[in-house]
């Protein structure tokens, strides 16, 4: 009998201890959706912009909660970078001749993006978490399309220059947005990304093109 006492007295103070402790934090891993436009322009040189192009991101999302407040955030999407430059003797449409000739073009280019990320967040401010986000765009090229124009030439359009563009691509990225609960386990994801490319994306050792874009993200985390 004074055996089960004593221990039904430890269970008691046992349970009210870890009950005073504080929780410890539930640092997981959460996955999400994601659908959403992008923004994109080109960078020429020699050459120059000729304004932005919308385009199209969707695919998977990932955070790795390392602590509470901060998380590796990766994902794959499949990302579509569209952009108009005007550019100097450009092949395989220059035929060679000794004038220059310049060609208005329209990029039509879709990767295999990998994101590696980390992702600063702040705690509740009311129903909002927000969050600040760096790091880098690992890409892969799995389409590539272009328009041509030039003065006394025939237009081409949508021709295929796969073999024209390198197959990867590295960009910067610098986001911010917030996240809202919307059920237990499930969060709404809004904020803007800039992506901005620092690799020649295309494979001419006498021009230089990047690519850059910004992505207005919209995601779903379960």
């Known amino acids: 009998m004074k055996r089960t006492f004593v221990g039904l007295l430890l269970l008691f103070l046992t349970s009210n201890l870890f009950a005073q402790m ?4 539930d640092y997981d891993f959460r996955l999400g959706l994601t659908a959403h436009p992008t923004i994109g322009w080109m960078k020429a040189e020699p050459g120059k912009s000729r304004g932005v192009s919308l385009g199209f ?4 999302l990932a955070d790795f909660n390392f602590a509470e407040n901060y998380a590796f955030a990766t994902g794959l999407t499949i990302t579509t970078i569209n952009g108009k430059s005007t550019e100097i003797n450009v092949a395989p449409y220059y035929d060679g001749s000794p004038t220059q000739t310049a060609y208005d073009l329209k990029y039509k280019l879709q990767y295999i993006e990998i994101p590696l990320t980390v992702k600063l967040k702040t705690g509740k401010m009311g129903d909002v978490k927000w969050y600040g986000q760096f790091g880098l765009s690992n890409d892969f090229n799995i389409g590539a399309k272009q328009s041509a124009e030039a003065v006394g030439k ?3 359009d949508d021709r295929n220059i796969s073999k024209q563009i390198n197959f990867y691509r590295a960009g910067l990225i610098l986001g911010a947005g917030g996240e809202i609960d919307i059920a237990d386990h499930t969060s709404l994801t809004l904020g803007l990304t800039l992506n901005n490319g620092f690799t020649n994306i295309v494979d001419d050792n006498d021009r230089k093109v990047r690519n850059h874009y910004i992505g207005l993200n919209v995601g779903v985390f379960f």
């Not at 504080?22 to 934090?25: K, N, Q, R």
């Open 154 to 156: 025939p237009a081409i």
């Open 57 to 60: 991101s969707y695919g998977l």
């Open 22 to 25: 504080p929780a410890v934090p």
